[in-house]
């Protein structure tokens, strides 16, 4: 049985009982949680609207059937995990035992995938077009991007989070093959970096982008 505390939502243990159980009945949350089935529905109908959890109807040799409740893909995503340990030790391994030549091999490597994998969305498009995709694209990814244009017809593009800033704070040339993958998929004749978060001085991103 588990129970609420004034830390831990009725929605955040549904999530973790999914997590550890896998599949659920609206009966097995209600005793888990000791809520009434009907609280446990309305849980449930949020959380399925917000495609977190989707339901599969679960067939009984006797009685009525009934559904079954399970994490989606995006429900699985909302529990954290920490990648950057994991892909510093690699790049630690790889400048050590290949030399910087290597790390710069796979950040150039790195950067052309990203920039096909953008052009295809943006190679139609004009350049105000494109820097808007390229905002969406980077929301999507979680990076919290916005822009402005001033009145000289220069752009600021701003992102509030990066995704990969504990890499950049150890490899911080991985920024650069940033900025120049931005300037190639924007088709853009200048792009600066004139404020960076993996200094950890600055709190978050800017580019300044002129046509």
């Keep these: ?33 000791q809520i009434t089935e009907m609280a446990v529905r309305r849980h449930l109908n949020t959380l399925e609207r917000d495609q977190i959890v989707e339901t599969t109807l679960l067939r009984q040799a006797m009685g009525r059937p009934t559904n079954i409740y399970q994490l989606t893909k995006s429900g699985q995503e909302t529990f954290p995990r920490d990648y950057a340990p994991l892909a510093l030790d690699i790049l630690n391994d790889i400048q050590t035992m ?51 244009l001033d009145e000289d017809g220069r752009y600021w593009f701003k992102q509030y989070n990066c995704p990969i800033s504990r890499v950049s704070q150890h490899f911080t ?8 993958m931005l300037q190639e998929i924007l088709e853009a004749e200048h792009v600066s970096c004139m404020m960076c978060a993996s200094n950890g001085q600055d709190g978050y991103c800017c580019y300044k982008i002129e046509k």
């Design 1 to 33: 049985m588990m129970t609420t505390t004034k830390t831990t939502s009725t929605r955040e243990l549904i999530l973790r009982l999914l997590k550890k159980k896998g599949k659920l009945t609206v009966a097995e949350f209600a005793e888990e949680l």
């Design 98 to 148: 290949y030399g910087e030549d290597m790390l710069e091999e796979l950040f150039q490597r790195r950067k052309e995938r990203l920039s096909k994998r953008y052009m295809k969305r943006l190679h139609h498009l004009s350049f105000e077009e494109r820097i808007e995709e390229f905002m969406n694209i980077q929301n999507e990814l979680g990076y919290m991007a916005e822009y402005d």
């Design 173 to 180: 040339s991985i920024c650069q093959y940033e900025q120049s």
